[in-house]
């Protein structure tokens, strides 16, 4: 059973590019994640997706946008992208419902220069 | 409101004993526990909810006190396997979590 995966595994872009990521979720898991993680800090929520629309948001900017397809799958959009962008992106996927455990994804490196 | 952990860090000889603490000013559905490995994704160890109810891995314990919004983790005997930067994740309302600043632990031989 695949767990979460994430592409890609490293990024290098300049200031004022644009940025997809893309996520699929552990098996049977239909609610998807993005989270931001600083070095040295926690994961802070961007937002979660649930039936193809956007359910959460964290306190992200809107240049942060997302989608997620019918088949669960889920891409992290950033647009403009600033020196503090730089970040691990993890995506968490969990089965319907709430309290449930969220499992990640190994996160793709943003390096933005 | 982002959870506060304690400590920030620990370091133990293999074989002994830790806890880690995680307290939210905000009322709580649930607690989860995270490890997270240099370079790695987190990796789910625990989740604890209101009520009582608590889904995991049998070889880790944990605590939630509802009345005070804290929560607590016991890593018994550890092992070199256990280093890493343990991270709580607090849930307040619609599966969202906020994740504490982490508690580094590092176990030597």
């Known amino acids: 059973d695949a767990g979460v995966t994430q592409s890609p595994t490293h990024l290098i872009k300049t200031r004022g590019q644009q940025v997809t990521l893309r996520c699929s979720p552990k098996?049977?898991?239909?609610?998807v994640s993005w989270y931001q993680q600083a070095l040295g800090q926690g994961p802070q929520f961007i937002f979660q997706y649930y039936e193809e629309e956007e359910r959460q948001r964290g306190n992200f900017p809107d240049r942060f946008s997302g989608h997620q397809f019918p088949n669960y799958s889920s891409e992290l959009n950033v647009n403009a992208l600033l020196l503090g962008d730089s970040a691990l992106y993890l995506c968490?996927?969990?089965?319907?419902?709430?309290?449930?455990?969220?499992?990640f994804g190994p996160g793709t490196r943003l390096t933005v220069l | 409101q982002q959870p506060v952990q304690s400590p920030q860090a620990v370091i133990l000889r293999e074989g002994e004993d830790a806890v880690i603490n995680c307290s939210s000013s905000?009322?709580?559905?649930?607690v989860h526990w995270y490890r997270q490995k240099h370079g790695e994704a987190p990796i789910f160890l625990m989740i604890l909810l209101k009520g009582g109810e608590q889904k995991g891995h049998d070889k880790i314990s944990a605590s939630f006190n509802e009345k005070k919004q804290q929560s607590s983790l016991y890593l018994t005997a550890s092992q070199l396997s256990y280093s890493g930067t343990y991270f709580c994740?607090?849930?307040?309302?619609?599966?969202?979590?906020?994740f504490g600043e982490g508690t580094q632990l590092t176990v030597n031989p």
């Open positions: 098996s049977g898991h239909d609610t």
């Open positions: 968490a996927s969990s089965p319907t419902g709430t309290y449930n455990e969220q499992f």
């Open positions: 994740g607090t849930e307040t309302s619609g599966s969202r979590l906020t």
């Open positions: 905000k009322a709580l559905y649930s």
